[in-house]
């Protein structure tokens, strides 16, 4: 699809790119994950959370981004379908217990669920042998950069001006023009719409990453959770906090469960670049299914104090080249140092200037 024809007149092409910087905004802030290991001088860890805070603002003791979010408690049971390409004990046949996180973008802990198009799931796995698998995903298929230095200067186009609370829609559109690997997230975006359940979305890796069999054969990968509920329907209107309210009723009446699909690349598929999807006949195989069984709120449930680190990796599971996951992770340590310092110094367990049921 095409950003804007031709013949729109300048007032409507700055409204379609505000409309596109508002989705690619809330891309960029759906992982949250560049920045830290990089040359001195040039971008580090402190540098984007911090431009992280100055487009979002800060509220102590919350993540930095995904800063809305409800923990989830269940298990993993394997199929052995991806034993053959991975060691990992995760993928032998049995349970493994999960404690997950849903959560929509941004670092505003009461922003409506409407406001974004975008719902993430970050989950930890408990191996047996004392291993863990932390990953966190996305309900899109590609990510708008490929690299840490254009994340950073995404973040900076969008930052809101403060005349009018909202981003310049010509640094937005500089920004694009000069980045044209962004086209297939946009094209993406611009018939995005906020889903009703975090229950009814496929959440995908984007990142690549490595398995590794008996044999030290390295077999490169993509992962996406796949729905088995589909009933989705529109939020409550008025309502800021539907998504957990649908949570917690579908738990109510059971489970829910998401089917692991992992995705072999082929030769020459690239592995460094979360703008580029791989061709849709490549191999997927079904290697087990998630099952969900209760949610807490994420003040006091067990997700809480977990940093979901996408390089906390078992044995026979490993990163790939792409860039940004060394960037997520430091990004990642870095917000979580910031918010439970912060809760450290509150008086209680409290901040001052949030309700009690809305700390962390």
């Not at 095409?2 to 700055?14: E, G, L, T, V």
């Not at 199929?79 to 929509?104: C, D, K, L």
């Not at 298929?141 to 005349?163: E, K, M, N």
């Not at 089917?259 to 670049?273: E, F, K, R, S, Y």
Request: glycine share 8%; proline share 10%; hydrophobic share 40%.
């Amino acid at each position: 699809m095409h950003d804007h024809a031709s013949a729109d007149s300048p007032p409507r092409r700055i409204g379609s790119w505000t409309l596109i910087a508002a989705a690619v905004a809330v891309a960029a802030l759906s992982f949250g994950y560049v920045g830290g290991w990089l040359a001195p001088r040039r971008l580090t860890p402190q540098k984007l959370v911090n431009q992280l805070q100055d487009n979002a603002g800060t509220f102590a003791g919350y993540r930095r981004n995904h800063a809305k979010g409800v923990c989830v408690t269940g298990y993993f049971d394997s199929s052995g379908g991806a034993q053959p390409y991975s060691v990992a004990q995760v993928f032998e046949p049995g349970r493994t217990p999960v404690v997950g996180r849903f959560a929509i973008p941004g670092g505003n802990p009461y922003a409506p669920d409407g406001s974004v198009p975008i719902r993430s799931m970050a989950l930890r796995f408990a191996l047996a042998n004392g291993q863990q698998w932390r990953t966190g995903m996305n309900s899109m298929p590609v990510f708008p950069v490929a690299t840490p230095q254009a994340f950073y200067a995404q973040l900076q186009a969008q930052q809101p001006d403060p005349a009018t609370g909202k981003p310049d829609p010509a640094k937005v559109a500089a920004f694009f023009a000069a980045h044209p690997e962004t086209a297939a997230f946009r094209a993406w975006a611009k018939t995005a719409k906020p889903s009703a359940s975090f229950a009814t979305e496929n959440y995908w890796s984007l990142d690549a990453f490595v398995f590794v069999d008996a044999a030290g054969r390295r077999q490169p990968v993509r992962w996406r959770m796949v729905p088995e509920a589909t009933d989705a329907h529109a939020g409550k209107a008025g309502d800021a906090d539907y998504l957990a309210s649908d949570l917690a009723a579908r738990l109510a009446q059971g489970p829910l469960r998401w089917q692991l699909q992992v995705t072999l690349a082929n030769p020459g598929d690239p592995t460094n670049d979360a703008t580029k999807t791989w061709p849709d006949d490549r191999r997927t195989i079904d290697a087990g299914t998630l099952v969900l069984e209760h949610a807490e709120p994420q003040d006091s449930g067990p997700c809480r104090d977990i940093n979901y680190d996408p390089r906390v990796l078992p044995a026979g599971i490993e990163a790939s080249d792409d860039p940004l996951l060394p960037a997520r992770s430091a990004a990642y340590a870095d917000s979580y140092l910031r918010r439970t310092s912060e809760e450290a110094h509150l008086p209680g367990t409290v901040a001052a200037h949030t309700p009690p049921e809305k700390t962390r």
